[in-house]
């Protein structure tokens, strides 16, 4: 038992664990609620001694212009357009709110809960079609109109694609937003929204839907940051990225396309407890990985995302904090169905427990990532080290190959971006998945090609030849898996064809209770242990580093960052 | 000189409709487009692609798009961008402002130098000055700009603290002229090493070559001093060289402001490019390759012209 108790703290320390997990762990291992507490207490302690912490400074007080170095430029600041990550995880999360959000600014545990924001509280009916948002009354837009029933249903409007219930979309209606959101409105299958008074919208949907409240705070396809109609009413969808307003705690000041964006400390917010510390932030979009730490250095930034691996030691040397933390992120491969070899299961996890993930993680990428044991992330609430995934051994994988009738092993085309959002080091952790996998008789050939040729590759499903490819992504809504494993999905870019994983993603949508959505979604994420169409590799900590000027930051444990309670010392 | 001004003006026009054709060629082969970059992972919805493909006009054949564009770009409607959703010219212009004022600071920096270091290094010929010059100038324009600004960026910002490491303004201190300057300083001398490096080379040659004429040998009999042999007399004939060499450079200052920029975060037209690239902004990088081409061409065409109102010989002819 022993063992087994010192595997979890391991566990909870290395972030792998919730201390939700680690207590139900520890309970059904018979130990008493006193000496798991202290358990926790000693985790706690050791955690704090990790390279990387989860918070700064969180000393009191407030003000200062914080000026954050992002490793490419937003695009459009339109909270249903914006597509590029640092787009809406930075710079919109701060302008606009949604109707729900997550726990971000907590640095205990995962913040995985859905709490309200712009809604006061959320009613589900009984037979899990309708939902009722109850608003928060009184607040406003930065511009001084009403943030009300109407407004929300202005926004969904304007991404909901009604001609598909065989209604006449909105004037407002824009089709790259439907596109971009389509994976959240088709599965929700809503026939109407109403509003029964101003500050209450009630959704109808045809069928009930699990993820419908989870699934709202999610990014990375579109968000539901709810922004002001009368700025569109004056002057369309240019206005909205010229001009963006919308209720959150900071509102736009200026911005300089591609260069530097200004936000301003919304004086008015509407939750005074909850308003911003700093009076300014300024996001100065700094490509180069070298030039954004030489600005960290030099004093002219005070936060930078994405910094150099190989750079972290020294900037902790020098005085800088490294924050680190589990998020959704998942880097994975996707296996193509349709090219012989993989037909077979064995050989599929003969690949999977070639591939040394810890090593990848320690070795190669200085556990700035967790090597990854499930298809979820592991802020997912469906998240679980008890998936079955195989560990790595490269003997047994000899062994699964020679039963399959590949002593000699096979060769395979592994299709790889040089670089790309979330994609950390690809070329690199490919060239290590190969260097594995040749040492069972995987024969792989890199295909690499730069992002936007990648993306477009990717998004046209594999071709004959290609063996694999990669992605970067994953959500804390359990609805994630629907995604890459899905077999009717965009997203299934290996044709993977079993219909096993429809009917269980069926009946996890469509539960009734979290408790049993989590149990079916897990029995996804089994069956793909099992079958391995979805090759989990890596979970990224996302390491920032920050100037300790900076006050208050509390590392995200989600996609979207949280700054208002972030402020600079002078 | 009339003339040839009206002829280097009719000749340009060919030159910028070869550019664009060509730009507009190149972006279309590239896989990948506006549509993917805009969808991002939603890109694998077939249908909504398809959608917003006809939306854009992008479904059109590639003659039919380009007419299309340069009919609007004639009427000085150069569109929209996909990536930002702003007016193109908007962008282009204050960010080309900016790179021009980079090449600007560059081409003082190379000139300045260039000539002084050329000068001295040739009047005193196989001196360690000259050698050492010629070593370092051989190094300078062997190595990467972006090596070398990293290196001056480690130096001057994060060593001694003397100047900004990235920016044209203090994102704190303000904008005035005075700290455009100051963070002017280092990109435009990493900038200019190499083109300095080129002009202290050819200035040198030339010099020497004009040291030895006869007309040095008569000043030098006359009883004129050492500095005024040099400076008057040489350095007057070296100047049509230096000048035609500058020309080139300014071209060379151009492009190597692109890369400069993303490095020191210099807010210019070469990260705009950088950006539209990888952002597939067609509209956008479109707009700005043609406008960069035009700063060329007008940039070369000054330089002629400086190179015949100094040379009284290329009047003649």
Same mark, same amino acid.
């Given at each position: ?8 703290l ?22 008493? /609620? ?13 955690a704090?001694e ?44 701060q302008?606009?709110?949604s109707?729900v959000?997550?726990?971000l ?9 859905v #709490? ?11 037979d ?6 109850h ?7 930065? @511009? ?5 029933? @109407?407004?929300v /249903?202005w ?6 694609d ?20 389509s ?31 989870s699934? /709202?705070?999610?990014a990375g396809?579109?968000?539901m ?19 963006? #307003? ?9 911005q ?26 300024t996001?100065?979009a ?20 994405a910094p ?8 902790r ?10 998020n ?35 070795q ?22 008890k998936?079955?995934?195989a ?8 062994k699964l ?26 070329v690199?952790?490919?060239?290590w ?14 295909q ?6 990648y ?47 429809? /009917?269980?993603?069926?009946?996890a949508?469509?539960?009734? @209770? ?14 793909n242990?099992?079958?391995?169409w ?5 979970n @990224? ?9 900076v ?13 208002k309670?972030?402020?600079v010392?002078? | ?10 000749a ?11 730009? %507009? ?6 896989p ?6 805009m ?6 919805n ?22 299309i ?8 409607d %150069? ?6 959703h702003?007016?193109v ?32 290094a ?18 300078g ?5 972006f ?6 960026s ?7 603290g ?13 904008s005035?002229?005075l ?15 190499i ?8 200035v ?5 070559e ?26 007057r ?26 490095? %020191? ?40 012209m ?12």
């Open positions: 038992m022993a063992n087994k108790v010192n595997d979890a391991t566990d909870l320390v290395r972030g792998k664990i919730t201390r939700r997990s680690f207590v139900q762990r520890l309970t059904a291992l018979g130990l008493a /609620m006193p000496a798991i507490d202290s358990l926790l207490r000693a985790g706690a302690a050791v704090a990790s390279p990387y912490s989860v918070t700064g400074d969180m000393k009191e007080g407030s003000g200062g212009n914080l000026v954050v170095g992002q490793e490419s430029n937003w695009d459009v600041l339109d909270p249903a357009l914006g597509t590029g990550a640092v787009t809406w995880r930075t710079c919109l999360y302008i606009y709110e109707l959000s997550r726990d600014d907590n640095p205990q545990g995962i913040g995985n809960q #709490v309200p924001r712009i809604t006061k509280s959320i009613d589900q009916s009984s899990g079609k309708t939902y009722t948002f608003l928060q009354p009184g607040v406003t837009f930065t @511009d001084g109109t009403p943030f009300d029933a @109407d407004a /249903m926004n969904i409007e304007r991404q909901w009604q001609s598909k219930t065989g209604k006449q979309n909105a004037p407002q209606f824009n089709k790259t937003a439907a596109a971009v959101r994976w959240f409105w088709e599965p929700a299958q809503m026939l109407e929204m109403t509003a029964p008074d101003k500050n209450t919208v009630v959704f109808h949907l045809a069928k009930p839907f699990s993820q419908f409240v699934g /709202m705070p999610e396809l579109g968000t940051g709810i922004s002001s109609p009368e700025v569109w009413k004056k002057g369309g969808d240019a206005a909205i990225a010229a001009t963006p #307003v919308g209720t959150g705690p900071f509102l736009f000041e200026s300089v396309p591609g260069d530097t964006l200004i936000i301003a400390k919304n004086p008015k917010y509407w939750n005074s407890s909850q308003a911003a510390k700093a009076d300014r932030i996001f100065k700094l490509p180069d990985a070298a030039t954004r730490v030489a600005a960290l250095r030099a004093g002219d930034v005070h936060i930078v995302f150099p691996t190989q750079e972290l030691a020294s900037l040397q020098a005085g800088f904090i490294v924050t680190a933390r589990p959704p992120h998942l880097w994975y491969l996707q296996l193509n169905a349709n090219e012989p070899y993989w037909k077979d299961a064995r050989v599929r996890q003969a690949f999977f427990m070639s591939i040394n993930r810890a090593g990848m993680a320690s190669l990428l200085k556990d700035t990532v967790l090597p990854a044991v499930s298809a979820n992330g592991r802020t997912c609430p469906s998240w679980t080290d998936a079955g995934y560990d790595y051994n490269p003997e047994a994988a000899k190959l020679a039963e399959a009738g590949f002593e000699k092993g096979f060769d395979t085309i592994f299709q790889i971006p040089t670089g790309g959002s979330g994609e950390i080091d690809p690199a952790m490919a060239e998945i190969a260097g594995d996998a040749a040492k069972v008789g995987i024969r792989i050939k890199l690499t090609m730069e992002w936007i040729s993306l477009h590759a990717w998004a046209s499903g594999m071709g004959a030849g290609i063996g694999m490819n990669q992605q970067s992504w994953g959500m804390t809504s359990m609805y994630w898996p629907n995604l890459p494993l899905r077999t009717s999905s965009g997203l299934n870019v290996g044709h993977q064809p079993d219909k096993q994983f429809d /009917m269980l993603l069926d009946e949508n469509s539960a009734l @209770d979290q408790d049993t959505a989590i149990a079916k979604y897990r029995a996804v994420d089994m069956l242990a099992k079958e391995m979805l090759v989990p590799v890596v @990224d900590l996302a390491p920032v580093v920050i100037s300790p000027k006050k208050g930051f509390v590392h995200t444990s989600d996609w979207w960052w949280d700054l309670k972030v402020w010392e002078a | 000189m009339l003339t040839y001004l009206a002829q280097r003006v009719a340009a026009v060919p030159t910028m409709f070869g550019v664009s054709v060509v730009t %507009f060629a190149l972006l279309h082969i590239v990948g487009g506006p549509v993917v970059a969808l991002g992972l939603a890109a694998s077939p249908a909504a692609v398809a959608a917003i493909t006809r939306d854009l006009g992008l479904d059109k054949p590639i003659w039919e798009q380009y007419l564009w340069l009919k609007r770009a004639l009427s000085g %150069f569109g929209m961008s996909t990536e930002f702003v007016p010219l908007s962008l282009v212009g204050p960010k080309l402002a900016h790179t021009l004022l980079l090449t600007a600071g560059s081409l003082v920096y190379a000139v300045v130098l260039g000539t002084i270091i050329g000068i001295v040739a009047v005193h010929y196989r001196s360690v000055f000259d050698r050492a010059a010629m070593f370092v100038t051989l190094v324009a062997s190595a990467p700009v090596w070398i600004g990293l290196l001056l480690y130096l001057f910002a994060i060593r001694l003397w100047l900004p490491a990235m920016g044209m303004t203090s994102i704190i201190g303000g005035s002229p700290i455009v300057l100051e963070h002017l300083i280092l990109p435009a001398f990493a900038n200019s090493i083109s300095m490096a080129v002009i202290a080379r050819i040198r040659s030339s010099m020497l004009a040291l030895v004429q006869p007309y040095v040998l008569a000043a030098r009999a006359r009883g004129l001093s050492r500095t005024r042999q040099v400076l008057v007399h040489a350095f004939n070296v100047l049509p060289d230096a000048i035609n060499i500058t020309g080139l450079q300014v071209g060379f200052l151009f492009g190597g402001a692109l890369i400069v920029e993303v490095v %020191f975060a210099w807010p210019g037209v070469g990260y705009l490019i950088y950006s539209s690239i990888q952002a597939r902004d067609y509209v956008t990088l479109q707009a700005s390759v043609l406008i960069v081409s035009a700063v060329f061409v007008i940039v070369n065409l000054l330089a002629d400086a190179r015949i109102a100094l040379d009284p010989r290329e009047q003649a002819a």
